[in-house]
């Protein structure tokens, strides 16, 4: 059977529906993601580094889901508050000082007055300059410049020593916030990394980088991928148990701050 009549035949691959419910916690508000999945059997709730879930099975009303919401508000508390206590540093206040985290660190915060938003780092730690009229969305774009930045300039440093044993090099980079993944390569040679490298140690980050490349060579995780690894990064193993341990904090942070 060709390609095109197994697609025409096939079912459609289930789609989900997606929104976002603002709802009022403690002294805060959070957004809870509401997705509506055809093969869910019940509704759920769930906390992980990405936020919160309320996911709704086919035949259950967004009033349901808000009760359910309802009821479970001591134990979503509970949740968060967990997430929050894996060492995340407080959330920024605009003007007020503060800690970012970078390259494994935690490192200070001050602002200054300025024409626009723009942050950046000095003998003393950062500073970020900031406009009267500077508002949530400038502070979120602020960190984002800032991070993919840094994230480039580590890159741009180590990519050259790797680069005479591969076929070829990146076709192009792409930088995320990935939910699971800390990179990937696609087909065509353009290879993604996880914003949130940049936060953690760089002998972390620089191993995932010579991962992604070792893809050049070996497009799987065979034992003979794993051998371009060893050859290029003998230390691999020490970084994945870091990620293993400080992995999921590292994306919460991220995902605190943009």
Known sequence: MSGFLRRLISPAAPTLQRDTVRL???????????????????????????????TLPPRASLVMGERFL?????????????????????????????????RGELVALRWESGRFAHLERDAAGLVMHWPARGNEAT?????????EAQTRADVGQWLPRYLPGLPRAPARLRLKVMSSQWGSLAPDGSMALDLALVLGRPSAFEYVLVHELCHLIQPNHSPAFWAEVEKRFPAWQDERDYFQREGRRLKAMLRQLL
């Open 24 to 54: 009022r916690l403690e002294d805060a508000e959070i957004d809870v993601l509401r997705v509506r999945d055809p093969r869910a059997r019940r509704i759920k709730l769930s906390v992980d580094e990405r936020g919160v879930r309320l």
């Open 139 to 147: 502070l979120r774009r602020s960190l984002r410049e800032f991070y």
């Open 70 to 102: 309802e009821q479970h508000r001591d134990w979503l508390s509970t949740q968060l508050r967990s997430y929050q206590a894996h060492n995340l540093p407080p959330p920024l206040v605009i003007g007020e000082p503060g800690q970012l985290p970078l």
